[in-house]
T-cell receptor, first 113, second 117 residues
């Protein structure tokens, strides 16, 4: 059974803290994605990666960075968390062979106070 | 640029009613893929169906059916005899096939379906 796991379901951080969100997939997928989901705004792509150490900006990369040191792991970093980054964060992965569906993790609900 | 529009923000039906979720897309590519995902209250998006731009056959899977019409750039999703367990947010998504894509999809804003007993 395919699996995408995220390090936390719920997270509460203070303004200005550095925050790490971890995502691991066990499907040997080349492509991995970070989205944030806010009411009425759907899923917005923050960053994606198509290979180890490769990363591309999505639609809303400001205030975020990512790291992909191993194929199975894709980390989202909030360098200095702000209240505007309170959101649901979703990680996904997909095969790089062609266009396939994405597999999603359970999400991390981050609250920045 | 690609775009996916789900005009219905929220739909509420009574159990056993049929319901159709609309999805309209825009793309300049001739080769693309369309998807539907379901996000139940637990939060994890689950893949339902994938369709490529060359396959306009409708698909039926149990109570679910999908109607793909290139002429109107639509990929609508119908649930027949809805059940309470169908209550979820449903997302339509589009992915273009090109070398820079890396499997990216553009998602619609989602339609929240509530099925009342």
């Amino acid at each position: 059974d395919v699996k995408v796991t995220q390090s936390s379901r719920y997270l509460v951080k203070r303004t200005g803290e550095k925050v790490f969100l971890e995502c691991v997939q066990d499907m040997d997928h080349e492509n991995m994605f970070w989205y944030r989901q806010d009411p009425g705004l759907g899923l917005r792509l923050i960053y994606f990666s198509y290979d180890v150490k490769m990363k591309e900006k999505g639609d809303i990369p400001e205030g975020y960075s990512v790291s992909r040191e191993k194929k199975e792991r894709f980390s989202l970093i909030l360098e200095s968390a702000s209240t505007s980054q309170t959101s649901m964060y979703l990680c996904a992965s997909t095969s790089g062979e062609t266009v396939y569906e994405q597999y999603f993790g359970p999400g991390t609900r981050l609250t920045v106070t | 640029a690609q775009k996916v529009t789900q005009a219905q923000t929220e739909i509420s039906v009574v159990e056993k009613e049929d319901v159709t979720l609309d999805c309209v897309y825009e793309t300049r590519d001739t080769t693309y893929y369309l998807f539907w995902y379901k996000q139940p209250p637990s939060g994890e998006l689950v893949f339902l169906i994938r369709r490529n731009s060359f396959d306009e056959q409708n698909e039926i899977s149990g109570r679910y059916s999908w109607n793909f019409q290139k002429s109107t750039s639509s990929f609508n999703f119908t649930i027949t005899a809805s059940q309470v367990v169908d209550s979820a947010v449903y997302f339509c998504a589009l992915s273009e096939l090109n070398n820079t894509n890396a499997g990216k999809s553009t998602f619609g804003d989602g339609t929240t379906l509530t099925v009342k007993p």
